[in-house]
C-alpha cells in the first residue's frame, strides 16, 4: 500500500487526504483509490495511469478492444461475478488468462482466481472502454425500458441503492471529469435511440462523447436528483437543482435541469468554475474601436448600458467583466439576479425569488432605497422594470441590464413595446451593445483558407477591411488537432454591434422606420453590424468565414 500511497501522491494527491481516505478505510473499507474519488480528490481518468504504475501492466486502449469478442472458454469462469467487479476475461492463451480490468485490486476477484488455481494477467481499462466490452460481450443485461409512472417505494428504495453503488458514482464521476478536461460549459444526457446519449457543449457546440446502455439511464438520473436535492420519484414533471460537488481538486456548482421525455428524462448539468472565470475586458476579444468607446460608456455616473442577444450569447459575462472594471472601495454596486452564478467580490448580489413574490420590479424597488452608485438588472422583462430603471439612470445611477432582441436598434423597439415612454429612452440610454460569441479559430492547426479569393469576393471584404483599416486580408480554414479535439477551434470571442445612444439617434422618431434609419445612422459613422464585425474578426486571422455565419448570418 506504501508504493499505492506515493504514486497517488504523484498525481497531486494530497498528503492529508490520503490519510483521511485510510481513516475512513479502516473504519468501513473500501479501496483507497475509490474512497479518493469519491471525495473529489483524485480524477477518476487518473486510474488506469495509476494502476499501470503500481502492477506494470499494459492500458487497453479503444482500438485495441474494437473488434474484441468473448472467448469461448469464458464458459468455465463465473463471467457474471468477474464483470459485477469490473474484470472481464479478454484472452485465452497458453494456459494463461489475461482480464481486462476496472479494478485490479478487487481482493474477491484475487481470492477466486487464486481458489480457482487461475493464472492470470491484469490489463487496464477505463469506464468507456470497460463499457464498451460489456456491450460486445453477449453477457450484459438487457436494456429494460424505463417506466414513467410513479414509483412505489419499494422501487424508490432500490433506484437510491442503485444510484449509491458505485460503478453509477464513477460512471457520474468520470463524465463530469471529462467534461471539465475538455473545458465544456454544460452536459446532457438524454434518451436517443434506446440508448442513453452524452454530449459535451464546448464553446457553445454540441459534441457527443458517449452512449450509454440505457438501462444506466435510471440509476444515472437517479444519482443526479440526489445530489441536487430533487424528487427522484417525480418523473412527469420538470425540476431543477443545484449541486456542489469537488471533482480533481475543482470546487464546482452544477446547475442540474431534469424535462421528462417520452423516452425518459433529458438531465442537462450547466458547470459554473469559479477558477476559470476571469473578468477583464481585455480577454472579451473586442475590436478596438469598440471597446474604447464601451470603456468610454461605463464611466459615466448615470444611464442605461444595454446588452441584447439571446440566451447563451454571454451577456452576463459582458456585464460582470463591466462591474469587475468599475469595482473600487469608493462605488456601492447592487445586482439583481436569477440566478446569482458567480460571486464577485465586493460586489452586493441579490437572488430573486418570484415565487415568493421578489421578482425583478420589486427588488429594484428595494435596491434604489440602498443607495447604490451602479445597478446591475439580470433581464429587463416587463414595463415596471424597464421604467423603474430608466428612472433609477435619470437620479444618478449607472444602470447595467440586458434584454432580449436581435440587434442593437430592436431594443428600443423592444423597450416601446413593453410601454416605456419614448421622451425617457431619448433621456436615459447611454448605448445599446448586441452580442455574440464566435469560436477563436485553433492556433495549432489553422491553415490559410484555399477559397480565399472567392469568400472575399462573395462578402465584399475588400470594401469592410478598407472602412475597417485592414491592410491585409488573412482568412483561415480550420481543420482540427490533438489540441482543439479535432474541431479546429479553442475558446470563443465577442462579436459586437455598437449603437451608442447619441444626439441623431434620439432626433430619430422610434416608429417603423426607426430600425433602418438607425442602422443606416450607425453606418455612416463607422459603425459595423453583427456579420461585419465577425467578417472584420476572420479577416483579422481570429476566427473563419464558417463561423462568422453560424453565429451571425
Same mark, same amino acid.
Given at each position: ?24 478505510? =479502516? ?11 469519491? #471525495? ?37 469462469? =463465473? ?112 434518451? /436517443? ?13 454540441? /459534441? ?167 445597478? #446591475? ?108 479535439? =479535432? ?67
Amino acid at each position: 500500500m506504501l508504493q499505492l500511497e506515493s504514486i497517488l501522491e504523484g498525481f497531486d494527491v494530497s498528503i492529508d487526504d490520503i490519510a483521511k481516505a485510510k481513516a475512513y478505510q =479502516n473504519k468501513f473499507g473500501g479501496a483507497l483509490e475509490r474512497l479518493l474519488i469519491n #471525495m473529489g480528490s483524485l480524477s477518476e481518468d487518473s486510474l488506469p495511469n495509476i494502476y499501470s504504475q503500481l502492477l506494470n501492466t499494459t492500458i487497453l486502449s479503444a482500438d485495441d478492444i474494437e473488434k474484441w469478442h468473448l472467448p469461448s472458454q469464458a464458459k468455465d469462469l =463465473n463471467v457474471e461475478f468477474l464483470q459485477a467487479r469490473g474484470w472481464l476475461p479478454y484472452q485465452y492463451s497458453e494456459q494463461q488468462w489475461q482480464f481486462a480490468s476496472l479494478s485490479p485490486l478487487n481482493w474477491e476477484v484475487i481470492q477466486y482466481l487464486q481458489s480457482c488455481d487461475i493464472d492470470y494477467k491484469c490489463l487496464i481499462v477505463g469506464d468507456a472502454e470497460f463499457e464498451q466490452l460489456q456491450l460486445l460481450s453477449s453477457i450484459h443485461q438487457p436494456d429494460i425500458q424505463p417506466n414513467l409512472s410513479l414509483l412505489s417505494d419499494v422501487e424508490e428504495d432500490k433506484l437510491r441503492e442503485l444510484a449509491s453503488e458505485a460503478p453509477t458514482v464513477n460512471l457520474l464521476n468520470s463524465l463530469i471529469s471529462r467534461a471539465l478536461k475538455q473545458g465544456a460549459s454544460d452536459m446532457h444526457l438524454e434518451p /436517443h435511440k434506446g440508448r442513453y446519449r452524452v454530449r459535451f457543449r464546448v464553446d457553445g457546440v454540441l /459534441h457527443e462523447v458517449e452512449t450509454l446502455p440505457v438501462r444506466l439511464q435510471l440509476p444515472v438520473i437517479s444519482r443526479l436528483k440526489i445530489l441536487a436535492n430533487m424528487d427522484i420519484a417525480e418523473k412527469r414533471r420538470p425540476q431543477d437543482g443545484k449541486i456542489e460537488i469537488k471533482i480533481s481538486n475543482i470546487g464546482l456548482d452544477i446547475r442540474v435541469s431534469a424535462l421528462p421525455l417520452n423516452e425518459g428524462e433529458s438531465m442537462v448539468l450547466r458547470f459554473l468554475r469559479k477558477d476559470a472565470v476571469q473578468y477583464d475586458i481585455d480577454i472579451l476579444g473586442l475590436s478596438p474601436d469598440i471597446e474604447e468607446k464601451i470603456k468610454e460608456d461605463i464611466k459615466h455616473t448615470a444611464g442605461v448600458v444595454l446588452l441584447t442577444g439571446p440566451t447563451g450569447s454571454g451577456k452576463t459575462t459582458t456585464l460582470y467583466t463591466f462591474l469587475n472594471e468599475l469595482n473600487t472601495e469608493d462605488v456601492k454596486i447592487i445586482t439583481l439576479e436569477d440566478p446569482v452564478e458567480y460571486q464577485l467580490e465586493g460586489v452586493n448580489q441579490v437572488q430573486v425569488k418570484p415565487e415568493l413574490g421578489f421578482d425583478f420590479s420589486t427588488g429594484l424597488r428595494s435596491i434604489v432605497r440602498q443607495d447604490p452608485d451602479i445597478i #446591475m438588472i439580470g433581464e429587463i422583462r416587463d414595463q415596471e422594470t424597464a421604467r423603474i430603471a430608466m428612472q433609477s439612470a435619470l437620479t444618478g445611477h449607472l444602470v447595467f441590464s440586458t434584454v432580449h432582441t436581435n440587434d442593437a436598434p430592436s431594443a428600443y423597439t423592444r423597450l416601446l413595446d413593453l410601454g416605456v415612454e419614448e421622451f425617457l429612452l431619448n433621456a436615459a440610454l447611454v448605448s445599446i451593445i448586441a452580442q455574440r460569441l464566435a469560436r477563436k479559430i485553433c492556433p495549432h492547426c489553422a491553415t490559410p483558407h484555399k477559397e480565399a479569393t472567392d469568400l472575399i469576393e462573395k462578402y465584399q471584404l475588400n470594401n469592410l477591411a478598407q472602412r475597417s483599416d485592414i491592410e491585409k486580408i488573412n482568412l483561415l480554414s480550420a481543420n482540427g488537432c490533438q489540441e482543439c479535439a =479535432n474541431t479546429g477551434y479553442k475558446g470563443r470571442m465577442a462579436v459586437i454591434e455598437y449603437l451608442r445612444s447619441d444626439q441623431e439617434i434620439r432626433s430619430i422618431p422610434k416608429d417603423e422606420q426607426f430600425i433602418p434609419k438607425a442602422k443606416a445612422h450607425n453606418a455612416s459613422i463607422g459603425g459595423r453590424n453583427l456579420l461585419e464585425d465577425g467578417l472584420v474578426k476572420a479577416m483579422q486571422g481570429f476566427t473563419t468565414i464558417d463561423e462568422v455565419i453560424r453565429v451571425c448570418g
